[in-house]
């Protein structure tokens, strides 16, 4: 079953563990699949009807993502929510819109059919949207129309006779606002009534024949017309910022001064409570140190565990501050715009607007970033986005940066004041990875990856003002999934360092950490890079950063700790005292260029279908980053002496 199809842009979210369903029909729980074109407030709706009671996972067998959450309607009855990727059609040309299609249909072996569908479509852009309802309606399932932004509806001169289109679909339908919670009323009693198996027969629509476009417009039309919808006029506001936004010479410009107000505010904002956490670290592993007595357990508890996670949590309010930001862009339509913007710089470079965005995601982490390149249909062109993705600055970078920059440079204004030093910093390692992303793209795409340049279609959704909820909802996912990494595979990291470091006894003592596995493991390699200025101490930080980028900060911390400096200098100082400035820049090439995440790399293969790919990404990173650092710290070493 096919209909109209129209690219646009889609979310994307981190994995969890999802939450396991029943295969039976009368064993599982009640399930209602959300439905909608992407930026029709489907996962808005999603995260108000269940609130924090959701997990992400990826459906089986690929890398497509779904939220499944749980809303509870009574004390005797609750349903399952599962929240699709947004779709402008069932005629699937990616593979998000596969699955999609799949689920619907109950097609998926692995993913039970749902029992009714919730579809929600944009009030304001209903002449285009409605083309969605037909073959949804057409699988015969129970099912619930939302008509989402009723308030802009309404603001905006807009307007749509409920009752008329509810007859002419045969099945209720809603005006609500989302955003606002206004209108849910509704949907509870169609869930509860979906839960107690009392909702009415599936529709009857006369549909068209939905593999002729031409028609199946018409019948939206008809549809629409006959329900009295008058489309909203474009907002003044919209137009008058677009005019600046997509003008080809203000546009990038205020582009780039988003981002430079952006950086300088992370490093402002969140220097404070930086400080406040890492003081709290400290006396708080000094207070156990003192509460318990001298024994190889308090050691592992102060030195490994409270030195390694730690020394990373501390970082939490620089990652919940970009994606404040990020947050604020996204929901606001602002970033489409960005999208826009580079699609006439990326075209150069051999890559298209779609690509931008899972590159732009990429700021937040590299796995699903890759995911997110399933929008794009072009084979080539979607593996030379997966092979420069990762060297967008992830959050995971965003510790080890820090602490470097700290450490090193001097907080003095530049650009006349506008920005600090440490910002400016900051703000050129995001773009050196950015721009030598680009420059591995063109390399790509004029050899092994070359094809023919494909069209870029975007919807433009209008500005609109950020929820609290939605910015709230969305920080509190990524401080969870900060949070998890920092108490699963920081602290793993940790407490095997810490074994390492003290290992192997001697004459009953912990040996000196040069003595130990650890320090046996860093000198071994330390001749490969002491020509980059390191010592053996970061040869440990970067072979356990493998696991994560991020670990090396506690690895370090570790290390101090154990060797007594974490306490008593501060991490920033033990760096210094081990760290030259020609090698501190070096290790900020390093890491602004080497693939140190695994779990990256098993994304890469998976979407990929082999190892050729991760292979040969983690080979010319790795390249790229020894390369890179040498040069840099020779070069620097030559002008500070």
């Known amino acids: 079953m096919s209909s109209c199809h129209q690219d646009g842009p889609r979310s994307n979210l981190l994995p969890n563990p999802s939450i396991p369903l029943p295969r039976a029909a009368h064993e599982r729980p ?12 489907k996962s808005t709706l999603f995260n108000r009807l269940t609130g924090l009671h959701q997990k992400v996972a990826n459906f089986p067998g690929v890398t497509v993502e779904h939220r499944m959450g749980k809303a509870k309607l009574d004390d005797a009855h609750e349903v399952f929510l599962v929240d699709l990727p947004g779709v402008y059609s069932l005629n699937p040309l990616a593979e998000d819109e596969q699955v999609t299609h799949d689920v619907l249909k109950g097609e998926r072996p692995d993913f039970p059919k749902p029992d009714a569908i919730v579809l929600i479509l944009d009030s304001t852009n209903l002449g285009r949207h409605l083309v969605l309802a037909a073959p ?22 807009g307007k749509v006779n409920v009752s008329a289109l509810a007859v002419e679909l045969d099945c209720p339908v809603s005006l609500i606002s989302a955003a606002k919670g206004t209108g849910l009323d509704g949907i509870k009693q169609f869930l509860l009534g979906t ?35 008058r489309a909203p006029a474009p907002p003044l506001w919209t137009r008058r910022l677009d005019s600046v936004f997509l003008h080809p010479v203000a546009g990038p410009l205020v582009f780039i001064a988003v981002v430079i107000a952006v950086f300088q505010t992370i490093f402002s904002w969140a220097q404070p409570a930086m400080n406040g956490l890492q003081q709290l670290v400290l006396i708080s592993g000094q207070w156990v140190r003192h509460m318990l007595p001298a024994s190889p357990w308090r050691s592992l508890l102060v030195d490994g565990i409270w030195g390694g996670v730690g020394s990373v949590i501390v970082f939490l309010p620089q990652i919940l501050i970009l994606f404040l930001f990020i947050g604020i862009l996204e929901d606001s339509g602002y970033l489409a715009r960005a999208a826009l913007i580079a699609d006439r710089t990326m075209a150069k470079f051999g890559l298209q607007g779609k690509s931008f965005i899972p590159l732009l995601s990429a700021y937040a982490c590299a796995v699903p970033a890759i995911m997110a390149t399933r929008v794009i249909e072009n084979k080539r062109d979607r593996i030379a986005t997966i092979m420069i993705a990762p060297l967008m600055t992830c959050s995971a970078r965003l510790p080890v940066y820090t602490l470097i920059i700290a450490a090193f440079v001097p907080n003095l204004p530049v650009l006349g004041g506008v920005l600090s030093l440490p ?12 721009v030598v992303a680009v420059l591995v793209a063109r390399l790509l795409k004029s050899t092994m990856l070359k094809s023919r340049s494909s069209s870029f279609m975007l919807e433009m959704p209008p500005y609109r003002l950020p929820t609290f909820r939605s910015l709230g ?19 793993l990291v940790a407490v095997v360092l810490w074994v390492l470091a003290n290992l192997p006894l001697d004459h009953g003592k912990a040996p000196p950490i040069e003595h130990s596995f650890a320090g046996m493991v860093g000198k071994a390699i330390e001749p490969a890079i002491k020509p980059l200025g390191f010592n053996w101490k970061i040869g440990i930080g970067l072979i356990t950063s493998l696991a994560a980028r991020e670990v090396i900060v506690g690895t370090l911390g570790t290390i101090y700790g154990i060797e007594g400096d974490e306490q008593s200098q501060g991490l920033q100082q033990a760096v210094r005292h081990d760290l030259s400035a020609a090698g501190a820049v070096s290790l900020l090439i390093f890491f602004a260029f080497a693939m140190q995440c695994f779990s990256t790399l098993a994304v890469v293969k998976r979407e990929t279908g082999s190892w050729r790919w991760p292979i040969f990404q983690f080979s010319y990173m790795l390249a790229l980053a020894y390369s890179g650092s040498w040069v840099a710290f020779h070069i620097t070493r030559h002008f500070l002496g």
């Open 30 to 41: 009640i399930i209602v699949a959300i439905v909608g074109p992407p930026n029709a407030g």
């Open 136 to 157: 949804i309606l057409s699988l015969g399932l129970p099912m619930l129309i939302l008509l989402n932004m009723a308030d802009e509806l309404a603001l905006r001169g």
């Open 195 to 229: 839960a107690v198996r009392l909702n009415t027969p599936p529709p009857k629509v006369e549909l068209p024949v939905l593999h002729d476009i031409p028609k199946c417009r018409q019948w939206a039309a008809g549809v629409g017309a006959r329900a009295s919808y």
């Open 423 to 434: 910002a400016a910093t900051m703000l050129s390692m995001y773009v050196l990875g950015f």
């Open 473 to 491: 909802l969305r920080l509190v996912d990524r401080g969870k999934v900060f949070l998890q990494k920092a108490g699963t595979v920081i602290l």
